[in-house]
């Protein structure tokens, strides 16, 4: 059974930064891609930026150009840093992680609040 396990989360005042770690509990190049996802209270999980297994990222309009995603393949981790926060950021956020048959794992969410 994979293992997401996510860290980093926090208060943050707006403008500030957080990064945010997620360890898989095998290789993440088992993987067929890797991605952030968040979700704010009320509203429906969205996502957030995405790792493919050859290196390629993609990001949301909203992330664009604030959040970077990345990887540590020797420590089986991918990391969302996310700078210039806004109040509209806080939300929990989740990693994902698509298997090579399609199979989605979830971590257990870790919690950004960004306000003053």
């Known amino acids: 059974q994979v293992q997401l396990v996510e860290s980093g989360g926090g208060l943050v005042q707006p403008g500030g930064s957080l990064r945010l770690s997620c360890v898989a509990s095998?290789?993440?190049?088992?993987?067929?891609?890797m991605g952030w996802y968040r979700q704010a209270p009320g509203k429906e999980r969205e996502w957030v930026a995405s790792?493919?297994?050859?290196?390629?990222?993609s990001s949301a309009d909203s992330a664009k150009g604030r959040f970077t995603i990345s990887r540590d393949n020797a420590q089986n981790t991918v990391y969302l840093q996310m700078n210039s926060l806004k109040p509209e950021d806080t939300a929990v956020y989740y990693c994902k992680a698509v298997g090579r048959t399609s199979q989605n794992y979830w971590g257990q969410g870790t919690q950004v609040t960004v306000s003053s």
């Open positions: 095998r290789s993440i190049f088992s993987f067929a891609l």
């Open positions: 790792i493919y297994k050859s290196g390629i990222t």
